[in-house]
């Protein structure tokens, strides 16, 4: 998700749900950089920000709150941060606009960007999660992205004076819990690296997001991706785990692999299989289950464990029971935006435009697969 302009530095990504919140950058790009799947990164270079840039962002994100509500109250909207107050400002003060965003969704949770914040001092850390406390008292949720590395540096010490001073979770890319797979993907981390800092953050009460990769494994090593994924997170029990599908963009190291044959990636159908077998394997957490990213197919995957377990299984069976037509129809109204869910199918207007879209590819020889690839490429 690439972010506008404002008067105060971004970067490029955040996570899905963190949508509403402030953008806060404490480091440029990820110290690492080598991951084989990630392209978001590559060809950039690592940089720390200084406390003194940080703390004058911040100072900028200030000045903004109190610029909006004059501009509101200019405008006869008593200083509310609403719709009509939002649209103003991408008319005329656009340099305002993530900040206008921010307040008009509660103005209570930051994301601090990009990939690894927590390499920064710990002493540091606390002084601008203080700070942002201290200047924005709504804030109820300040969270980061980290590495399983970087999280080991930490003591469990270091990581509840974080908590102290406001940080309330933490993100991680686990991806794989096999180390094949970790490997061949350039992670940098092991699978038991991977449990250790989870656990770690665990221990200290903090919020411990997970992420997963679907089809990382290829079809090489789906089976142990699905299993040894499942199994890491038997052990940590993250808060959240949320998985998304691989797609292979072009300027990932990944694309040459596979195309050179290297990484043979799943088909949706193989993905779902993987999803089945990884949620089989799945026991003993008691996380929240997502699959809010675009690019997974069956997004309606979402439950509490252990009490929805057998509800998200089902939504996948019932995916691969359905005849070979009806999922294909399915994958092709999905990935153009017109079914969100497996009963959508019994929608006959939804249902009639797929099955247009599916005409018109026949008759332009257009195959469905061809079709999904390039879609799913806008969607990195
Ligand atoms: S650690 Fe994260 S941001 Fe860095 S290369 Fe890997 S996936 Fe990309």
Request: net charge negative.
């Amino acid at each position: 998700m690439v972010l506008s302009k404002t008067l105060h530095e971004q970067g490029p990504i955040r996570p899905p749900n963190e949508a509403g919140s402030l953008l806060l950058r404490l480091t440029r790009n990820c110290p690492w950089n080598r991951c084989q799947f990630c392209p978001v990164y590559k060809g950039e270079k690592f940089s720390r920000r200084s406390l003194e840039e940080i703390k004058s962002d911040i100072n900028r994100i200030e000045e903004s709150v109190n610029k909006l509500e004059e501009i509101s109250w200019k405008n006869g909207m008593s200083g509310a941060i609403n719709r009509d107050l939002v649209a103003l400002i991408h008319a005329r003060h656009p340099e305002l606009l993530p900040v206008a965003f921010w307040q008009y969704h509660g103005g209570e949770t930051v994301f601090l960007q990009d990939a690894d914040s927590l390499l920064l001092p710990v002493e540091q850390l606390k002084e601008i999660l203080e700070m942002l406390k201290e200047k924005f008292p709504k804030i109820e949720r300040i969270t980061t992205y980290a590495r399983s590395r970087s999280l080991l540096r930490r003591s469990v010490e270091e990581l509840s004076q974080l908590k102290n001073s406001g940080l309330s979770r933490v993100h991680v890319g686990l991806e794989s819990g096999n180390d094949k797979v970790l490997e061949f993907m350039k992670k940098g981390v092991s699978g038991a690296q991977q449990v250790e800092a989870g656990q770690r953050v665990k221990e200290t009460g903090l919020c411990l997001s997970e992420y997963v990769i679907l089809g990382l494994g290829g079809s090489d090593l789906w089976r142990e991706h699905a299993v040894d994924t499942a199994q890491a997170l038997n052990k940590i029990n993250p808060d959240y785990i949320r998985v998304r599908t691989l797609a292979i963009h072009p300027a990932s190291p990944l694309h040459e692999r596979y195309t050179s044959g290297e990484f043979k990636p799943l088909d949706d159908d193989g993905v779902v299989k993987e999803e089945a077998l990884f949620l089989d394997h799945l026991e003993g957490v008691n996380s929240a289950f997502y699959s809010d990213h675009i690019l997974n197919l069956l997004e309606e995957v979402n439950g509490q464990f252990p009490d929805d377990k057998q509800m998200m299984k089902a939504v996948v069976e019932k995916y691969l029971s359905l005849p070979d037509h009806k999922r294909e129809l399915f994958r092709l109204g999905r990935r153009t935006g017109y079914f969100r869910s497996l009963d959508d199918l019994e929608n006959s207007v939804l249902l009639s435009k797929v099955e247009e879209i599916y005409t018109q590819l026949q008759n332009e020889g257009i195959s469905v697969d061809q079709y999904i690839e390039n879609l799913m490429r806008r969607y990195i």
